[in-house]
């Protein structure tokens, strides 16, 4: 079972690791929900370590020996598709969690961080782009579905997901 003594900040040094822990996430888990040929045409997009989230200070890996990472995800205050920053807002990113250790609390004690983190920088309300496997995850985690949406990977190419929203009292 992962808690949060085994979540620390990213560090830019982690971006190996990181794309591979998203590789092996997204192409087993999404593969449940998702199309063959769209998730062929995503993997390389959105398994992808993003730099800046890593150097950001609010995206976190769940590490279980040094440089072993089972899990991954933060947050930003700005907005993913445009880079709107709303005050009080913040934005939940490229969360994973290795096919290995999915139920072991690893998203949760994940977003329990970003939960802690962003409380304490005035945040107030966290939004998510989910996959379609990943809502009854953030549901249960708080979140409210309010729409269907299509997920910009890029130009030209979207998958399907939802808009959440969660209020952080």
Known sequence: ???????RVARVADFDATGALLAASYSSLLAVRYDHHLLRRALPHITRANPALLASGTYYVAEIEPGKLVGCGGWTTANPENGEIIDGEAHIRHFATHPGWVRQ??????LSRCFRDARSLSIHHLHCFSTLNAERFYRASGFET????????EPGLTLPGFLMGRELT
């Open 1 to 7: 079972m992962i808690d949060e003594s085994h979540i």
């Open 105 to 110: 609390g690893v998203g949760t004690s994940l």
């Open 146 to 153: 309010v729409k269907g949406i299509d997920i910009p990977v």
